[in-house]
C-alpha cells in the first residue's frame, strides 16, 4: 500500500477514535462540569413524555411522589441528558427518570442530607458506595419502584443512625444543587470509573496522531502520492 494511502487511513482512524471518545473523556477529567438547568414546563409538558416515563409515573404517584419538572445535565461535549424529576415532599426524597434508548427508562432515588451526605439507590448496576455517616449508594437491577423505594428507605433508616438529617428543600432549584454537589463530591469517582474507557481511547488517539505528526517526511514531499 501507498504510504501516503497508508497516511491518510491511520490518521483517519485517530480521528475517528477522539472524536468518538472526547466527550467521554473530558467527563472523566473534569466530573463536576456537567451543567444543570430546569427546562421550562410548557415545553416539557407530562402529557408529552416519551412512553417510559409517562408509564411509570402512576407507580412514582401512588408512592406519594409528585412532579417537579424536567432537568437537563449538559456535559462539556454532546447531547444533554434529560431527568424527569419527582418529589416526595414528606419523606423529603428526589425520585428521577432518564431514558436510555426510546424503550428503555431508568430510575434512582436520592435523599440529600446535611453536611453533603446523601443516600441513593437505582434500578440499575452501579457501584455500590458504603462511606459510612456520609454516603450510601447501590443499585438493584430490575427493581419495580415499590421495591426500589422499600430497599432506599431501609439505607434511609441506616443513614439516620449516624444522627444525619435529611435536606431536602422540595424544589427543582434545591434538587439542581444536590445534583452540582453530587458531581463535584461524592459523586467524581463513579463519573471517572464509568468514562475510564473513553479516556484510555482519547489518550491512544492522541498517541496515534502525535507519532503520525511526528514520522512525518516533512522533507520527502513525493511520498505522499496515493498511487
Known amino acids: 500500500m501507498p504510504y501516503g494511502l497508508r497516511l491518510v487511513l491511520v490518521t483517519a482512524l485517530a480521528i475517528g ?4 471518545s472526547v466527550p467521554g473523556a473530558l467527563a472523566c477529567l473534569f466530573p463536576g462540569a456537567v451543567r444543570q438547568r ?22 412514582l404517584e401512588a408512592l406519594g411522589f409528585e412532579r417537579l419538572g424536567v432537568r437537563s445535565e449538559k456535559p462539556l461535549i454532546g447531547p444533554p441528558q434529560f431527568s ?39 434500578d440499575h448496576k452501579r457501584p455500590g458506595a458504603d462511606l459510612d455517616g456520609y454516603y450510601l449508594a447501590g443499585g438493584l437491577p430490575n427493581a419495580t419502584p415499590e421495591q426500589l423505594w422499600v430497599a432506599h428507605k431501609r439505607q434511609l433508616t441506616a443513614m439516620e443512625e449516624t444522627g444525619r438529617e435529611r435536606a431536602a428543600k422540595n424544589t427543582m432549584a434545591d434538587r439542581m444543587d444536590a445534583a452540582k454537589a453530587w458531581f463535584t463530591g461524592v459523586g467524581k469517582r463513579e463519573v471517572r470509573v464509568r468514562h475510564l474507557r473513553p479516556a484510555f ?27
Open 84 to 122: 424527569y424529576d419527582y418529589v416526595h415532599r414528606t419523606e423529603k426524597t428526589y425520585a428521577s427518570l432518564y431514558l436510555v434508548d426510546k424503550r428503555t427508562r431508568r430510575l434512582y432515588f436520592f435523599t440529600p442530607y446535611d453536611g453533603g451526605a446523601s443516600v441513593l439507590s437505582a
Open 17 to 20: 477514535i477522539l472524536w468518538s
Open 201 to 227: 481511547l482519547a489518550l491512544l488517539g492522541l498517541i496515534m496522531l502525535y507519532q503520525i505528526v511526528a514520522g512525518l517526511p516533512w522533507g520527502h514531499w513525493d511520498k505522499f502520492s496515493l498511487r
Open 38 to 59: 430546569a427546562e421550562p414546563n410548557d415545553e416539557f409538558p407530562p402529557q408529552d413524555d416519551p412512553e417510559p416515563i409517562r408509564t411509570t409515573a402512576p407507580a
